[in-house]
């Protein structure tokens, strides 16, 4: 088998396959003769079909496979020998039947979609801006109050508070302010509302300065937005009897239940942080803006990515792709593309291969290598953050590990995280190969930054 080459343009060739008998007859014998062996053929005891039988009855299509995979792992095989990159798969020239009734030797031929050669340079030469967000006082103290707020204790309170819970009994109005009777009224007997969840902030407003005993006239379609999940579940009653509710109603306070934040010492300290991580005030408030920080670096993170991104694809994404070849090859394979439509879907497609490529000659170029102790570490930093979110923040490290592991176990959850794992190591070795120009930004800086990106 002979296979010569032919240059079309720099990112495509086509490869010519020369079969002669020699080169499948041996193999195509011997084919028959394990059909002969294996297979139960009517009219023969099994093993006991000869050659001239077998070739009259499957010659013919045994003969065009062993061809047929012969080339096509010869085509494999040079492919790797000679290293090429291969967008895709080899696309055959023409498809048709053999003619093996007056042939004995063929000739094939595929076109090969190549990558193109990228030359990437990432050093020291290379200046990229990183923008860390400026953890404020007002930021430090946003987050005080929700910790001590999400530690603190819910008790009865005289008059109405901020982020307070309102019982009573909740009764239909109608419109002319009066009480609605009869067996259609809506009444609630024990009804709460939570006037700081409510769309309508006029609504909530009926209640400051309300106490224990009070009448309030409130609009509870108005007060949920008219999310009827939400009016439903305030008037306990079902979703379509909730899409009629238009009218106010009056709710007779029977209770206030305020919430009391949480008091500065030892058993908040702990509770927040863990056992011995805070002693004081000044290392709580360090602690806390360490929080934030932590949690602005995901953003600064975000921004860095598509800096990095847009740079080399502003640099190097002006590739020769075989767009041609890689059409035919996309058309053959999705179901969803089709030569009416592959133009105008082409370019995002191609946007996203030159991004592809690009990246795994990064990769390649800086040796990055996604390993199993890697993915447990984020695994159990992932699952460290959900704990944290039902405010289980001290859990021993076995707990945390354990349920990583269990992650990791799961085909489509362990893909997932190769795939960010795989994405933070990637531009943390881009960043530690460049020079980083570290930016110190406020929030609103940021997010300007952020909406021009």
């Known amino acids: 088998m002979n296979i010569t080459t032919t240059k079309l343009d720099d990112v495509s060739m086509r490869l010519t396959v020369n079969v002669e008998e020699s080169d499948y007859k041996t193999k195509v014998t011997d084919e028959l003769k394990r059909i002969g062996r294996t297979h139960t053929i009517p009219g023969f005891r099994k093993g006991h079909i000869s050659i001239q039988d077998l070739q009259r009855r499957f010659g013919r299509q045994v003969t065009s496979d062993v061809i047929n995979n012969e080339v096509y792992e010869a085509v494999v095989k040079y492919i790797d020998e000679n290293k090429l990159n291969v967008l895709g798969q080899p696309m055959p020239v023409e498809v048709k039947e053999l003619d093996l009734k007056n042939q004995k030797d063929f000739t094939f031929e595929y076109d090969l979609a190549l990558a193109p050669q990228l030359d990437i340079e990432l050093d020291k030469n290379v200046t990229l801006p990183y923008y860390n967000i400026e953890v404020s006082d007002e930021m430090i103290d946003e987050q005080d109050k929700n910790l001590r707020k999400r ?154 990515r598509y800096t990095v991104k847009n740079d080399l694809m502003d640099k190097y994404g002006k590739m020769q792709l075989p767009d041609e070849l890689l059409k035919k090859w996309l058309v053959s394979r999705n179901e969803e593309l089709t030569d009416e439509n592959i133009n105008e879907r082409y370019p995002a497609i191609s946007e996203d291969l030159k991004w592809q490529l690009i990246r795994d000659k990064v990769a390649e170029k800086l040796e990055v290598k996604i390993t199993e102790e890697a993915l447990l570490a984020y695994a159990k930093s992932m699952a460290a953050r959900q704990f944290a979110q039902y405010g289980m923040t001290n859990l021993a490290e076995e707990v945390i590990e354990k349920y990583a592991k269990n992650i990791l176990e799961d085909k489509n959850s362990r893909a997932r995280l190769i795939e960010q794992v795989g994405d933070n190591i990637l531009f943390q070795a881009i960043a530690n190969a460049i020079t980083v120009d570290n930016k110190e930004v406020s929030l609103d800086e940021f997010k300007e930054i952020a909406s021009k990106i």
């Open 151 to 304: 530690f603190g204790k819910q008790e009865p309170g005289s008059e109405f508070e901020e982020d307070a819970l309102v019982k009573g009994a909740i009764t239909e109005l109608n419109a002319d302010g009066t009480v609605k009777e009869g067996d259609d009224a809506i009444r609630v007997e024990n009804g709460i509302v939570a006037p700081m969840y409510f769309v309508d902030k006029e609504q909530a407003e009926k209640f400051k300065g309300a106490k224990v005993g009070d009448k309030v006239v409130f609009n509870p379609k108005k007060a949920a937005g008219d999310n009827l999940t939400e009016l439903s579940s305030m008037l306990n009653i079902d979703k379509e009897r909730a899409a009629k509710v238009e009218g106010d109603f009056e709710i007779t306070i029977s209770e206030i239940i305020v919430v009391r934040l949480a008091e500065l010492g030892e058993e908040f300290y702990t509770s927040v942080f863990g056992k011995d991580k805070v002693h004081d005030e000044a290392e709580y408030r360090a602690a806390v803006k360490d929080m934030i920080a932590g949690e602005l670096a995901g953003n600064s993170q975000v921004i860095f």
